[in-house]
Nanobody, 126 residues
């Protein structure tokens, strides 16, 4: 699986931004996906994840109610819609994927993910 993240940028607080993650996968592969972020001087942290079916989603408390994760399986693409952005959302955002036999589970811990994209910078100014 190869992942390509895009959509980052510089925005003002209160703005919205949508990140995309395009996955190139083998035929028949089933996988769940997630977003993580890492701010300067901080550990990488979980943001959100979505199951293979798209029916189950998980969010960090810090983004719940502001961010929405979803995927378009036909396009092998995952999105992170970010609303009401805050300066503390500033970070490099990484998409990740893990093969799974489950349709409705997704991980929230980075160490279990197998594949990672290159990251996209999101900067929110106050």
């Amino acid at each position: 699986v190869q992942l390509q993240a895009s959509g980052g940028g510089l925005v003002q607080a209160g703005s919205s931004l949508t990140l995309s993650c395009a996955a190139s996968v083998g035929t028949g592969s089933r996988y769940y996906m997630g977003w993580f972020r890492q701010a300067p001087g901080k550990e990488r942290e979980f943001v959100a994840s979505v199951s293979w079916s798209g029916r189950r989603t998980y969010y960090a408390d810090s983004v719940k109610g502001r961010f929405t994760i979803f995927r378009e399986s036909a396009k092998n693409t995952m999105y992170l819609q970010m609303n009401s952005l805050k300066p503390e959302d500033t970070a490099v955002y990484y998409c990740a994927a893990k093969r799974t036999e489950s349709q409705d589970l997704a991980g929230i811990v980075d160490v279990i993910y197998e594949y990672w994209g290159q990251g996209t910078q999101v900067t929110v100014s106050s």
